[in-house]
């Protein structure tokens, strides 16, 4: 099927550049019920992030909020604040999805080890500074893929360019 909407080459697909990767664990997690389906909410209790333009820790009390699908695919709105090793905060909001076959998807909801390439896991990260150093990333979109130990989730950032 040909489109006749035409699109300029450079937007025909999508460049992007490592920003950085981020480590959380979750201290707690609250069940809380709803009509669309059962609903998790997790209670971050740190972590860090590292790359080449920033690098330091996740603080403690973000949120992880998690609507379970009936097919096991959970769809994540979360909220987390980094802070750099210089001391500047950023808050980091994100959206995603969780995916995958249904046996796989219930090892993890056991809080079995399963490995990355078994399952689907993005997210898509924005971010809010009142940092001069940092306020590039209130201009720009990122994307992440992510990892689910049992610990918590591990996500790799990139800046869409």
Do not use: H
Request: glycine share 14%.
């Amino acid at each position: 099927m040909s489109s006749s909407i035409f699109v300029p080459e450079p937007l025909k697909s999508l460049r992007v550049t490592p920003l950085f990767a981020v480590e959380m664990n979750i201290a707690a997690a609250q069940k809380v019920g709803a009509e669309a389906g059962p609903s998790v909410v997790g209670i971050v209790g740190g972590g860090r992030f590292e790359g080449k333009q920033l690098k330091g820790r996740v603080l403690e009390g973000g949120s992880d909020w998690q609507q379970v699908l009936a097919d096991g695919t959970v769809r994540l709105d979360c909220r987390v604040v980094l802070e750099t090793d210089d001391g500047a905060l950023i808050g980091m909001t994100y959206q995603g999805v969780r995916a995958g076959p249904a046996e796989v998807l219930a090892r993890l909801a056991q809080g079995a080890p399963v490995e990355a390439d078994e399952y689907y896991f993005r997210i898509n990260p924005i971010f809010q500074t009142g940092s001069d150093e940092y306020g590039w990333l209130n201009r720009i979109v990122a994307v992440g893929t992510g990892y689910r130990p049992p610990s918590g989730p591990i996500y790799n950032i990139f800046q869409v360019l």
